[in-house]
């Protein structure tokens, strides 16, 4: 089990992982995996040196809190969750700004939540198949173009509060698919009336009907990962003793 260890003094983090506890075996077959743990196991004693006499106390991550920038297998990215002492929750920033580097991990007073940027339809992906699946009866570039501008007016007047999910897993987590409401499927369908008639309506009737659920209508949104930090208060007197080395050192002085 991994421990979520704060300084209350500093508000900085450490992440103790299961590799910290383990004893440094000389007969690792693989050395790189060895010098992983070691310097784990090294960072965690120098995280406590350097926090000697101060309160520390365990955090207790929030289930399913974890909003990225980027996709999971993205190994640079910025991710956030958040944590709890069972008395206030916080932000931990965990992240990595070179593949090479370690995970970071940064303690954040406050909160964060998604804030919708946008929401627009995927107007290549809808025009290239009206293109492929109207190719026999050859829709006319200019109708494809006014259904396009359609569709968007359609977006401009729904909102998006009343906008089922859809299922598709997006490769970008702040890209979120929905499904187009019953009340915007009727201004869309009415609408184009005036720009499809007779077969060619009837075919636009199908597609919409085809598409609208899983495919090339689903509404596309962007979000924003919105961090606000609480203003900070002064602390109090948190440190219960000064550590021995520094009184000395101060007593030298
Ligand atoms: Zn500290």
């Known amino acids: 089990m991994n421990q979520l260890i704060r300084c209350?003094?500093?508000?900085e983090i450490f992440l103790k992982t299961p590799f910290d506890e383990w004893p440094e075996y000389e007969s690792f077959s693989n050395p790189p995996l060895e010098s992983f743990r070691s310097i784990e196991r090294d960072d965690f004693q120098d995280f406590l040196?350097?926090?000697r006499g101060h309160r520390l106390e365990e955090l207790q991550i929030i289930d399913d809190s974890l909003v990225s920038e980027k996709a999971h297998s993205e190994p640079v990215k910025v991710s956030y969750f958040k944590a709890t002492n069972g008395k206030e929750s916080f932000v931990i920033k965990k992240f990595r700004e070179e593949i090479a580097e370690p995970l970071k991990y940064q303690f954040i007073a406050g909160?964060?939540?998604?804030?919708?940027?946008?929401?627009?339809?995927?107007?290549?992906?809808?025009?290239?198949?009206?293109?492929?699946?109207?190719?026999?009866?050859?829709?006319?570039?200019?109708k494809i173009t006014a259904f396009l501008k359609l569709y968007r007016r359609v977006?401009?007047?729904?909102?998006?509060?009343?906008?089922?999910?859809?299922?598709?897993?997006?490769?970008?987590?702040?890209?979120?698919y929905y499904k187009l409401d019953d009340a915007g499927l009727a201004y869309l369908l009415r609408n184009c009336r005036?720009?499809?008639?007779?077969?060619?309506?009837?075919d636009i009737e199908e597609f919409i009907h085809r598409h609208k659920d899983d495919s090339v209508l689903l509404l596309k949104a962007t979000y924003k990962i919105q961090v606000s930090e609480k203003a900070k208060l002064k602390k109090g007197v948190v440190p219960p003793s000064i550590p021995i080395e520094k009184k000395k050192m101060a007593e030298k002085e």
Request: glycine share 6%.
């Open 111 to 142: 909160d964060y939540s998604l804030k919708c940027m946008g929401i627009e339809i995927q107007h290549k992906e809808i025009a290239k198949q009206l293109g492929v699946e109207f190719r026999r009866t050859s829709i006319p570039q200019g």
């Open 8 to 11: 209350v003094n500093c508000d």
């Open 49 to 51: 040196k350097s926090h």
């Open 155 to 176: 977006v401009e007047i729904i909102d998006i509060k009343n906008l089922e999910r859809a299922p598709e897993e997006s490769p970008n987590p702040l890209e979120v």
């Open 194 to 202: 005036n720009i499809f008639k007779g077969q060619e309506y009837l």
